[in-house]
């Protein structure tokens, strides 16, 4: 099983599958929003009924004491399924259901466990094209209400933008969070949040994974990094608030995460348990500003992390099952009140000290609502069971987080009309408008960092051969191809002869050796660096290429540090992310069709000193 994925190849638009009819008629949704009210009413003495007006806490109460203990216990799972659809996937997919959940489809895994919600995943094979995904959610909410007493299920992704994208092309994709942060514009961050979020809406998901809250502060965080806007708090904070509020007033759940902060970890909660060890003044004046800002920009969730804070809790336990962290500061000190979700309790973070049996109990001990994507749902569904039946839980815990469940779904209209239609995807994902929205902010975000000698913009009279080299890491987001072929195809299309040759993240001698021998006939070359390393392969191409004495400008396509280990080169610039819409907005600052106008939102020590800062926070030059 695993825990993330950075994309898939897109498919085009098929035919209707057996999750349609492709245009839910509005008898469907009336009769959907007649159970949910009828279900109401038959739980509520007739004095009342009238009362208990639809989404109001009352009638959600009704809604909860009509449950079986079951069907609680499901409601706070949200869980990962293979296939393309509710009803009918792929035999691989079948089988792959079947080895790791006991199911064969979304469908039987809905009556089964009466989940309430799904997670999607490129790599479940979730998210194969827009049409498709609708298809797939629409079989995933009738599977739900056909059942008896079935609720509409949240439909949940990481649509983060940038290097963290599971829904591709032909949807919009953005620049991710530290290209904003570049931008520093807290409308294109809200304009992100609404885009985004109408197109996830138009085909089915109802709540994002996002925005990334974390204040970034350790270069050598492997986990968040460029998923984080930035290392300035108040600066972090005003970003993820505009997100939030772009996203919510589109009708999608927006998620903060990674409570109470990641941004200062040597260590991948995926596969270890990162210790935090900032003191609790410290975390409140750091981590815990942009929380307080989601807070107050009335986010609906917030996502735990799982790792270690002794400051918080001493204790020792990961923060997804901390009571002092969750329910202590999260909901006491903060004053927050909406839905806690846990990180992926498949991750490796929160497996260390417990086992998977142990896990989900405690984390809804702590305060947390919702349960994401157990390793085994089985182990866990049980688990939380008989806590209940044993006593270390008590239904009346399951029903206040239930309540925070269905007040969301209530919010977002998912119990009213939990349904899309073919029509709302074909008038709203990836249409030019949006498209164009994407392409004007990413040219807002690259960071232009050196320029010897005027090196930039680029002429196409001087140096009018181009040779693009670097690396190619698989694409997050279901792109138009390698970074190194969408760069040099658009220097072609800004009138230069441009050409690519991939060399990867770890480039042979050999392969160095024939960047060199191509460089020969080049006017110039760009070079696309991933994560350079002082000893890296990566590192001796760019130093080998400077040494032919042709101009070199490098395009830092993922982490802006790189700059540290290559000061040789004559020009570099900044996109964040490797992916087609940031990558085509630094070709065409290369080209001089844009000015440069991000600044740096984090800081660049010096390679060999990292006491001494190269580049400081707001560092940005222009032509």
């Not at 469908?107 to 479940?124: D, H, Q, S, T």
């Not at 963290?164 to 570049?182: D, E, S």
């Amino acid at each position: 099983m695993r825990d993330s994925s950075t994309g898939s190849t897109a498919r085009p638009s098929g035919p209707a599958g057996p999750d349609r009819p492709s245009r839910p008629s509005r008898r469907t949704v009336l009769a959907v929003t007649a159970g949910v009210t009828a279900a109401l009413a038959a739980g509520t003495p007739a004095a009342h009924a009238a009362q208990a007006r639809p989404g109001s806490d009352k009638a959600l109460r009704a809604l909860i004491s009509r449950m079986t203990l079951e069907e609680k216990v499901g409601q706070l799972f949200v869980m990962r399924v293979y296939g393309h659809s509710a009803t009918a996937p792929d035999q691989a997919d079948i089988d792959a259901n079947l080895k790791e959940i006991g199911v064969r489809t979304a469908a039987e895994l809905i009556a089964k466990y009466r989940v309430g919600g799904i997670i999607y995943f490129a790599w479940a094979h979730n998210t194969r094209d827009p049409h498709q995904i609708a298809a797939l959610s629409n079989g995933i909410q009738r599977a739900s209400l056909e059942l008896p007493r079935g609720l509409p299920l949240l439909i949940s992704t990481d649509q983060e933008h940038g290097i963290v994208a599971r829904v591709g092309k032909p949807a919009t994709l953005f620049p991710g969070a530290m290209a904003l942060g570049a931008g520093g514009s807290r409308s294109d961050a809200r304009t992100v949040g609404r885009i985004s979020g109408a197109e996830l809406r138009a085909i089915g998901i109802n709540q994002d994974y996002s925005p990334d809250a974390d204040v970034n502060v350790n270069p050598a965080n492997p986990v968040i990094g460029v998923r984080s806007f930035g290392a300035d708090p108040d600066a972090v904070a005003g970003l993820v608030a505009a997100e939030v509020k772009g996203y919510q007033s589109s009708g999608v759940a927006a998620t903060a995460k990674h409570f109470p902060g990641h941004g200062d970890t040597a260590v991948d909660s995926h596969f270890g348990f990162p210790v935090i060890t900032h003191s609790r003044e410290l975390w409140s004046e750091l981590d815990a500003v942009p929380f307080r800002a989601a807070i107050r920009a009335g986010i609906d969730s917030i996502m735990t992390a799982h790792i270690m804070v002794p400051a918080l809790d001493p204790a020792g336990d990961p923060a997804t099952l901390s009571h002092p962290i969750l329910t202590g500061i999260l909901r006491g000190e903060l004053g927050y009140d909406g839905v806690v979700v846990t990180d992926s309790l498949g991750m490796e973070g929160v497996r260390t000290k417990y086992g998977d049996d142990r896990v989900p109990v405690l984390a809804l001990k702590a305060g947390v609502d919702q349960l994401l994507n157990p390793p085994d749902l089985n182990v866990a569904w049980n688990a939380v069971l008989n806590a209940v039946r044993g006593g270390e839980l008590t239904e009346a815990r399951l029903d206040e987080s239930i309540l925070r469940i269905l007040r969301l779904k209530a919010k977002h209209g998912v119990l009213s009309d939990p349904y899309v239609r073919d029509a709302a995807v074909d008038r709203v994902v990836g249409v030019p408008e949006h498209l164009r929205a994407a392409d004007r902010i990413a040219e807002r975000t690259t960071t232009l960092l050196v320029n010897e000698e005027g090196l930039l913009p680029l002429s196409r009279l001087r140096t009018p051969r181009v040779l693009v080299v670097g690396a190619d890491p698989a694409s997050p987001s279901l792109s138009d191809g390698p970074p190194t072929t969408v760069m040099a195809a658009a220097l072609t299309g800004l009138g230069f002869t441009a050409t690519a040759l991939s060399t990867g993240t770890a480039p042979s001698a050999a392969t160095i050796a024939k960047a060199v021998t191509a460089a020969a006939d080049a006017d110039l070359v760009v070079a696309l660096t991933y994560n350079l390393t002082a000893t890296g392969a990566q590192k001796t191409l760019v130093d080998r290429l400077v040494a032919t004495g042709v101009p070199v400008t490098a395009v830092a396509i993922r982490n802006p540090y790189d700059i540290a280990q290559i000061p040789g080169v004559g020009a570099c610039l900044a996109s964040y992310s490797w992916t087609d819409v940031e990558v085509r907005a630094a070709a065409r600052v290369i080209a001089g069709r844009v000015e440069p106008r991000g600044a740096l939102p984090v800081p660049v020590q010096r390679a060999d000193d990292p006491a001494q800062v190269l580049y400081p926070i707001g560092y940005g030059l222009r032509y």
